[in-house]
């Protein structure tokens, strides 16, 4: 693990970024140049981060039930679009249905005496002193930081008057409960922000909203008591402080949680909830099979970047994964069931043969199926997915007054392999300048079609899935993943996804020499996704944030390469 | 190998240890480097191919009729037999008629229960088939002087033993084609292969992409046949033989143009499922099975097969299914013991077996000894 010198702290100094704006700007002190931070962000949770909050609280045995919003991906990130939503009325009305029946869940006679850990001395009558005690550790979890003295009054109150209405302590701890669970406070992710004491002029977030961006980042949840000890005692705005916690984090099991709401953010899983194939095509493709493809590539990641802790770049050319007996079945390879007939599929270690195409979550199923037509595959669409997740470069729009005829034309004969129906595209210059840096990508992945399933043949025509990406030839879809594994790109992508997931926004222009640390310090550390995060988490300048008034005119840089 | 398409590093361990764990296994003892194909068998029935002239006497009436029939022999007046004709071709139900029916048999002059004591029901010698052309093999090898031999349509044999089509061909419930199924069979392998655990097939060669000796075996797997969501059987799953000795069967054959046939020709015994028959038992096996450019397999089974158990098996279905699936039920009893052409009872002399063939369709699979790739079976 990289135990490398900090880059904060020595000398900090204010200058003037241009356009005249005055902020904060930190002197590196081990080779990181100076970095301007970006503004503080309010976010509200994902549907993940709701339902983890009250597993890590309540315990897993609680039903959410309801229906959460949606949530918003933008500039890739579902983590960016939580930034940029609010709540509507419909979906206030759910996260109130939620509150109740999870409320009810907490007091009612299966886990009061486990959830509650006061007894009342009446369960007819108000007891002011258990519920206290109770609001306010669950308000500390829930908030992410203590309640204030009024907003425990608050809560305390309405439970007794509840409990003098209905006779019954644990409906007055319930309605208490439930109106915590429907607070912006807890909802939101609110960035509260303080001078910097020493910084002069800079700021920093305070220690429980840190601990927050800190638990969001590894766990995708909110901060635990030792976390949430840390901040209130100060220790967690100590370099060592800050330290032992990060690695306390990256040690706990709960670091999974984490890694997957990334890759599966990064990877835009939320698309598998609308994933549907034609079954008359693709007969052996259902709600199981997209399940369980979903949750392989997700464990071929962990595999590679937490278990093994190997080279993060491996995950696109990894031979290794797991598969369950329905996926074994889209794959074409023995899975056996492990438990009596009738019992859950398990999860069984599998690893593709030197020669065999697949390798590589490229080559997986919950990538080739799930960026794919209903009916198809498609070379341009997985071509777009490759550029845009893996490499992220952005592909521009098509413009407006596409002309299909000549694709239409190619297509008319049912013989014609995607390569040459493709092929239209060169001879149209308003298509050729995007299609050229898609179709040629996807084209490598046209042994597997639209479902994932391995085909060697198309319209009677042995498929040529050989290409080039970014100067890199490959002769097959393994060959792709061995050019995204020395892309460049692939690295910076990661790092840049990384860092805005945690930041909630995207990398502010002055945050640059920020980025190009990372980088380095990854590439340093054998491209081990672990040292990244653990960089990024020990790193000041996701806790330092631009003072709210020069946020307006902060130039923010569009990190993504616009690739023509 | 176990497959022909497994060539990963991990699986030819496991699939060398699987092939260690066969000694005392039917499943195959292969030559060295020899190629075996799995199948699951995605659809199983008695073959059929109903034509326009196959029933000279026709085909049995429908239920209802044979129920009047019934009533008629059991006294009941033809004012009677006509107002509940009347009464069924409205639509109402006729308890009284259907009361009758339900306890039709009579011993001792008492009724009884027709499905539960069948040779206490009168036999209204319902007709059996007559036709030229039935699917199956010789197996008494009498050839064209067999009296009672059929032509199979495809490979034009004759004296093609298949008294079990003679005798059920002219029901309604089993008269079909391979692509039109019987209504009988296909609601009867609606329900076994939801119920019962998956028949395999396993085909091993030298080089089964050319003509020469094959083993043939079959067995009974842990899981049921899986299915697509629109119904077709899945191709390429795994599944693993059931270590119960009584589901385990070999065979010496030979591959053919494409097609499997034993040569050898022993007993079957697959256990099934009670639900229509505890097991399903075959002697002089005989096979005909295509392997398919699509990697699937189809063809025929033959042999000869207790023919009481099949009664039981479409018994089980009782009054209601005898209205909805199978037609006269205590007469399928009749039709089976006259047309029954083996096994003479040593004390009466009556047949105790049928000869058959069963038309099946089976899909590409995965197989292994479910001891070999299952630790739990192992510690038990």
Not at chain 1, 114 to 142: H, K, Y
Not at chain 1, 450 to 457: S, V
Request: aromatic share 8%; charged share 20%.
């Amino acid at each position: 693990m990289n135990r490398r010198a900090r880059w904060w702290g020595v000398g900090a100094a204010i200058v003037l970024v241009a356009g005249g704006i005055a902020a904060t700007v930190m002197m590196a002190s081990s080779g990181v140049g100076p970095v301007l931070s970006g503004p503080p962000v309010t976010r509200r949770l994902t549907s993940v981060q709701y339902q983890n909050i009250i597993r890590d609280v309540f315990g897993g045995d609680i039903d959410i039930g309801g229906r959460l919003p949606p949530d918003l991906r933008l500039e890739g990130l579902l983590s960016i679009g939580a930034s940029h939503v609010s709540i509507t009325a419909a979906g206030m009305e759910q996260y109130d249905a939620m509150a109740r029946a999870i409320a009810a869940q907490v007091v009612d006679e299966k886990h009061r005496d486990m959830l509650v850990r006061c007894q009342p001395a009446s369960i007819t009558a108000p007891d002011e002193q258990c519920a206290r005690e109770f609001l306010a550790e669950a308000g500390r979890l829930l908030y992410r930081r203590p309640l204030t003295d009024r907003q425990l009054e608050t809560y305390v109150t309405a439970a007794a008057d509840a409990t003098e209405i209905t006779h019954d302590f644990y409906q007055g701890l319930k309605l208490s409960l439930s109106a915590m669970l429907t607070s912006p406070a807890f909802l939101f992710r609110v960035e509260v922000v303080e001078p910097d004491p020493n910084e002069e002029g800079a700021y920093r977030l305070d220690a429980y909203s840190k601990a927050s961006q800190l638990s969001f980042f590894l766990w995708n949840s909110a901060p635990d008591s030792q976390l949430l000890a840390a901040a209130e005692s100060g220790e967690l705005h100590t370099r060592s402080g800050l330290e032992e916690q990060v690695e306390r984090m990256i040690d706990s099991p709960r670091l999974e949680a984490g890694i997957r709401a990334f890759f599966a953010d990064q990877l835009r899983f939320t698309e598998f909830a609308t994933l549907a194939k034609d079954a008359q095509l693709f007969p052996k493709f259902n709600a199981q099979v997209a399940a369980d493809a979903r949750e392989q590539t997700l464990r071929t990641i962990i595999d590679v970047v937490l278990t093994d802790n190997r080279d993060f770049r491996e995950i696109f050319t990894t031979k290794e994964t797991f598969l369950t007996p329905a996926l074994g079945a889209i794959y074409r390879v023995p899975i056996y069931k492990q438990g009596p007939n009738g019992s859950p599929d398990q999860w069984q270690p599998y690893e593709f043969a030197a020669d065999d195409p697949r390798a590589g979550i490229l080559t997986q199923v919950a990538f080739t199926a799930l960026h794919s037509p209903a009916g198809r595959g498609s070379p341009t669409i997985r071509g777009k997915a490759v550029r845009e997740i893996a490499l992220c470069q952005e592909v521009p729009a098509p413009p407006g007054d596409v002309d299909f005829s000549k694709f239409l034309q190619a297509s008319a004969n049912p013989t014609s392999t995607a390569r040459e129906r493709l092929s239209a595209h060169a001879s149209v210059p308003s298509c050729a300048g995007c299609h050229k840096i898609m179709d040629p990508i996807g084209l490598a992945l046209e042994n597997f079609n639209g479902a994932g399933g391995y085909r060697t043949i198309e319209g009677g025509v042995q498929i040529d899935a050989s290409g080039v990406l970014d100067g890199i030839p490959f002769e097959n879809a393994a060959g792709l993943g061995e050019a995204v594994y020395k892309n460049p790109a692939a690295v910076s992508c990661v790092v840049n996804r990384l860092s805005e997931r945690a930041l909630g926004r995207q990398v502010t222009s002055g945050e640059r020499n920020w980025l190009d640390y990372l980088k380095s310090d990854f590439a340093d550390n054998g491209y081990r996704l672990l040292a990244l995060m653990e960089e990024i988490a020990s790193s000041e300048a996701l806790y330092s944030v631009l003072p709210s008034q020069q946020v307006a005119s902060a130039p923010v840089e569009n990190n993504r390469e616009v690739t023509q | 190998m176990w497959n022909n398409e497994l060539e990963s590093a991990p699986m030819k361990n496991l699939l060398l240890t699987a092939l260690v764990g066969l000694a005392g296994f039917a499943l195959c003892a292969s030559p060295a480097e020899a190629e075996t194909r799995h199948y699951a068998v995605s659809w199983f029935g008695m073959a059929t191919n109903s034509s326009d002239n196959d029933c000279s006497e026709g085909v049995h009436p429908v239920i209802e009729e044979i129920y009047l029939r019934y009533a008629s022999r059991l006294g009941a007046s033809p004012e009677q037999i006509a107002d509940w004709r009347k009464k069924m071709m409205a639509g109402e139900v006729v308890a009284e008629l259907y009361e009758m029916m339900m306890n039709r048999g009579r011993i001792d002059g008492e009724p009884v229960n027709p499905y539960a004591h069948p040779a206490a029901v009168m036999d209204l010698h319902l007709p059996g088939l007559d036709g030229r052309y039935a699917y199956g093999f010789d197996l008494d090898g009498k050839g064209a002087d067999d009296p009672d031999g059929f032509e199979d349509p495809v490979t034009h044999e004759l004296g093609v033993d298949h008294q079990m089509y003679r005798a059920l061909g002219c029901s309604r419930a089993f008269r079909g084609t391979l692509e039109g199924r019987p209504t009988y069979y296909a609601w009867a392998w609606g329900q076994l292969k939801s119920s019962q655990p998956a028949w395999l097939i396993s085909i091993t060669g030298q080089d089964l992409g050319k003509d020469g000796p094959v083993t043939v075996a079959f067995n009974r797997a842990l899981e049921h046949v899986r299915f697509n969501s629109d119904g077709s059987p899945r191709f390429d799953v795994a599944y693993r033989i059931d270590p119960d000795p009584r589901s385990h069967n070999r065979f010496e054959g030979e591959l053919n143009d494409g097609t499997v046939t034993i040569t050898e020709h022993g007993s079957l015994r697959l256990l099934q499922n009670p639900l229509v028959a505890p097991e399903f038992n075959l002697s002089n096996v005989h096979l005909r099975l295509t392997l398919n450019s699509d990697r699937t397999a189809r063809g025929f089974i033959g042999g000869y097969q207790p023919w009481h158990p099949v009664y039981w098996g479409i018994a089980g279905v009782g009054f209601g299914g005898e209205q909805q699936v199978t037609g006269d039920i205590p007469g399928f009893y009749h039709l089976l013991k006259r047309y029954a052409d083996a096994d003479p009872d040593p004390v009466t002399g009556q047949n105790m077996a049928i000869s058959t063939t069963y038309y099946l369709e089976a899909v590409p699979a995965f197989v292994a000894p479910a001891t070999e790739v299952t630790a739990w079976l192992g510690s038990r």
